[in-house]
């Protein structure tokens, strides 16, 4: 089992940077493939992006493609997200995820609590 904690949301403006951590809790960390994903008010929890467990191989939303790079250091049980270009359409709570692989949020078996990023125009 491993328990998952997000941090590094805040407020933004428009073209800024940002990066997202993901501390995971457990000796299996590096054995997990592992997902952001996030939720907008009032919308469904969307996949942003994932990461085999080895880091080997990444996917992500289209609309995230080409801004946003997901990585992770296995040594330090931790995950990233680096969002770059923020859009105020970024706005929304990210969630870490473990254990599973592809866009849908079932696929997933360990959830973090949220971090709320907020990007003003």
């Known amino acids: 089992q491993v328990q998952l904690v997000e941090s590094g949301g805040k407020l933004v403006q428009a073209g800024d940077s940002l990066r997202l951590s993901c501390a995971a809790s457990g000796r299996s960390f590096s054995s997990y493939n592992m997902a952001w994903f996030r939720q907008a008010p009032g919308k469904e929890r969307e996949f942003v992006a994932v990461i085999i467990w080895s880091g080997g191989r990444t996917s992500y939303a289209d609309s995230v493609k080409g801004r946003f790079t997901i990585s992770r250091e296995n040594a330090k049980n931790t995950m990233y997200l680096q969002m770059n270009s923020l859009k105020p359409e970024d706005t929304a709570v990210y969630y870490c995820?473990?254990?599973?692989w592809g866009t849908g949020v079932n696929e997933y078996a360990y959830w973090g609590q949220g971090t709320q990023v907020t990007v003003s125009s």
């Open positions: 995820a473990a254990g599973g």
